[in-house]
């Protein structure tokens, strides 16, 4: 089972706002997940992520999406 760390997109109609998760990469973008670690709102620029889980998943060989990633890199989670 390959794991992904990625991005559900949540919020009203042009205003979205994301939730970082960890699903099963054939799972649909807003279906089913194993566990979620954060939020992101891009409109005010809130981000937060739990580092401890984070890491953790990335140990077991969750792979993250690029904008994941840059998420990760901005909160100091991953160098």
Known sequence: MAVKMRLRRM???KAPTYRV???D???PRDGRF???IGHFNPRSDELKI???KA???LANGAQ???TVKALLK???IVD
Do not use: F, Q
Request: aromatic share 4%; glycine share 4%; proline share 4%.
């Open 11 to 13: 919020g009203a109609k």
């Open 21 to 23: 998760i960890i699903a």
């Open 25 to 27: 990469s054939r799972s």
């Open 34 to 36: 194993i566990e979620e």
């Open 50 to 52: 739990d580092a401890e």
């Open 55 to 57: 890491k953790k998943w």
């Open 64 to 66: 993250p999406t690029d």
């Open 74 to 76: 901005k909160s100091n």
